[in-house]
């Protein structure tokens, strides 16, 4: 699913056009961008948590030439999905669970 899938979907739940659909998909990611810049954790109950990580610095390799490069320290988003979520994309494990 794409961004304007998405918009599709949001414009066609209700009385709303194109452009609203865009500034509600729009404002949603803006704040979860927005969260993570500052640090903060973002969990939505039922389909997961967003937050950032921080990666140690590192000794890489180039691929092409062998060389040793220097990797430095880095935040990474992080996506960590609820049980729930977990449960609806693989049915068979949960029946199995229970």
């Known amino acids: 699913m794409t961004k304007a899938d998405l918009v599709e979907k949001v ?3 209700g009385d709303l056009t194109r452009r609203d659909g865009e500034v509600i998909v729009e404002t949603i990611f803006g704040s979860v ?3 993570l810049q500052s640090g903060d954790k973002i969990e939505i ?13 590192r000794i890489g390799r180039n ?12 935040k990474v988003p992080y996506f960590k999905p609820s049980k729930e979520l977990r449960d609806l994309v693989n049915p068979g494990e949960a029946a199995a669970k229970a």
């Open 45 to 57: 109950r039922g389909f997961g948590s967003f937050r950032i990580r921080q990666r140690n610095p």
């Open 63 to 74: 691929p092409k030439t062998g060389a040793r490069v220097e990797v430095p320290a880095k």
């Open 33 to 35: 961008i927005g969260a």
């Open 11 to 13: 414009t066609a739940l």
